[in-house]
């Protein structure tokens, strides 16, 4: 399997399939992979503070959960990014974050917009689940910038009982991404998240490292819905 164009491999097989039914692979704290113990810290975690100065080395391990940059899991099959989006007051600029800064999403952002227009079969998914010290129009700047950014390629607004798109859907009208949102739900939903989506998308977590225990929980988590 081209693990690069997944997707559009199973075309055939996807095309009649919504989004919603296909198992699709993710990361946690995507954006982590860059932290180091010379990370800047934030202020979400202030109980770990106390363990100084082993803060930022332990802290930083603990808080990097991914050791490829977000561009290189698309090309290795993950179409589903955790983003958790910090504003630092002190240069205004908003950074992907897990106790440390990683780094700043709109160059983050860049890398799954080259993937896209080099992959017309693939279709990522941002999920912006958690969103820390941004104001409303900190948001609202956000999501022009996306906007801007990805073009015609951003899946529109749509309405709440609407249903999940299909493959071949997206595909078609060239929407090629997905801003599913947890956190603020409210400022994005007459932006442009897909609202159906997390009420109809199933968000599997597990610990596991072995493919094959991972497998099995997997089937077992899907087949109880």
């Not at 704290?29 to 080395?57: A, E, W």
């Not at 290189?72 to 989006?85: A, E, N, S």
């Not at 022009?144 to 529109?156: A, I, N, R, S, T």
């Amino acid at each position: 399997m081209d693990l690069e164009n997944w997707m559009e491999c199973l075309k055939d097989e996807l095309h009649d399939q919504k989004l919603s039914e296909i198992v699709i692979p993710g990361t946690h704290d995507s954006g982590s992979y860059c932290i180091t113990r010379k990370s800047k810290r934030t202020d979400l975690l202030p109980n770990l503070y106390c363990l100084n100065p082993l803060v930022d080395v332990v802290g930083a391990t603990w808080s990097r959960t991914q050791d490829y940059s977000i561009a290189d899991q698309l090309c290795l099959g993950v179409r589903y990014i955790d983003l958790r989006v910090f504003l630092d007051c002190d240069t205004n600029i908003k950074y992907l974050v897990h106790g440390f800064e990683a780094g700043e999403l709109l160059k983050e952002l860049e890398g799954v917009v080259k993937f896209v227009e080099n992959h017309p079969g693939e279709i990522v998914i941002l999920d912006m689940n958690h969103i820390y010290k941004c104001s409303n129009s900190d948001v609202c700047l956000m999501l022009k910038q996306m906007e801007e950014m990805f073009g015609d390629k951003l899946c529109p607004p749509s309405a709440p009982d609407s249903s999940v798109p299909t493959y071949g859907e997206m595909i078609d009208s060239g929407k090629k991404v997905i801003v599913a949102v947890t956190e603020k739900p409210e400022m994005f939903m007459s932006q442009y998240q897909h609202s159906s989506l997390k009420c109809q998308f199933s968000w599997v977590w597990s610990s596991e490292t072995n493919v094959v225990t991972l497998r099995a929980y997997l089937e077992v988590s899907i087949s109880l819905g």
